[in-house]
T-cell receptor, first 112, second 112 residues
C-alpha cells in the first residue's frame, strides 16, 4: 500500500454527536483530500488541504470541518452528525506536481 | 451540478469481449482525465490517465480515448476478464490537477 491509513474503518454514531475521522500518511505528500461516496453521486470532494494549516472547501463542505496541524494527518470533523452524512468517506493524497490521487481504504460512517 | 457524468450505472460483458465505459464532461477547462477502478470495501485505485494534448493512451488491455470536441472520453478493456468486475470512475481536472471531479461510476460485470 502507498502509506495512507484511515481510522476508524467503521463507525456508528447518533444524530447530533460530533465525529472525527482521521487520515494518516507516511508519504510526506503535500495534498490531502476528503471525499464521500454515495450511490448515484459517485465521489464528491468535501475539503482538501494543500499544506499544513492550509485548507479549502470542496463541493459538499456544509456540515464538515477539517484540520491539518502536521503534514501526515488530515482530520475530518462532523460537528453535529446528521443522517444525511451516512456515507463512505475516503481520504486521498497527492504529491506536488503529480497527477492523480492515492486513496485510503475508506471509513464507513452510519448516523442513526 | 455534476460536471462529470457516467450515464451507464452498470454494464455486463462476456469474458474475452470488449468492455466500453463512457464518460462525459461539461467543463471545457478540464485538461487531464483519469480512470479509477474500485472493488467493494476498498479504496479506488488508479488505472489509466490521459492529457488533453492526446486523443488516445494505451496501457496493456486498457485504452482511453478522448474526444475534446464532444467532451467525451471512453475506456476500452480488451479482452475483458472476470477480475475486471468492479466499479469504474472517471475523473477530470483543470489546469493544476490539484482537484479532480469524479463521475458517478459504472459497475462492470464480466461474465465467465
Amino acid at each position: 500500500d502507498a502509506g495512507i491509513t484511515q481510522s476508524p474503518r467503521h463507525k456508528v454514531t447518533e444524530t447530533g454527536t460530533p465525529v472525527t475521522l482521521r487520515c494518516h500518511q507516511t508519504e510526506n505528500h503535500r495534498y490531502m483530500y476528503w471525499y464521500r461516496q454515495d450511490p448515484g453521486h459517485g465521489l464528491r470532494l468535501i475539503h482538501y488541504s494543500y499544506g499544513v494549516k492550509d485548507t479549502d472547501k470542496g463541493e459538499v463542505s456544509d456540515g464538515y470541518s477539517v484540520s491539518r496541524s502536521k503534514t501526515e494527518d488530515f482530520l475530518l470533523t462532523l460537528e453535529s452528525a446528521t443522517s444525511s452524512q451516512t456515507s463512505v468517506y475516503f481520504c486521498a493524497i497527492k504529491a506536488q506536481g503529480a497527477y492523480g490521487y492515492t486513496f485510503g481504504s475508506g471509513t464507513r460512517l452510519t448516523v442513526v | 451540478d455534476q460536471q462529470v457524468k457516467q450515464n451507464s450505472p452498470s454494464l455486463s460483458v462476456q469474458e474475452g469481449r470488449i468492455s466500453i465505459l463512457n464518460c462525459d464532461y461539461t467543463n471545457s477547462m478540464f485538461d487531464y482525465f483519469l480512470w479509477y477502478k474500485k472493488y467493494p470495501a476498498e479504496g479506488p485505485t488508479f488505472l489509466i490517465s490521459i492529457s488533453s494534448i492526446k486523443d488516445k493512451n494505451e496501457d496493456g488491455r486498457f485504452t482511453v480515448f478522448l474526444n475534446k470536441s464532444a467532451k467525451h472520453l471512453s475506456l476500452h478493456i480488451v479482452p475483458s476478464q472476470p477480475g475486471d468486475s468492479a466499479v469504474y470512475f472517471c475523473a477530470a481536472s483543470a489546469n493544476t490537477g490539484n482537484q479532480f471531479y469524479f463521475g458517478t461510476g459504472t459497475s462492470l460485470t464480466v461474465i465467465p
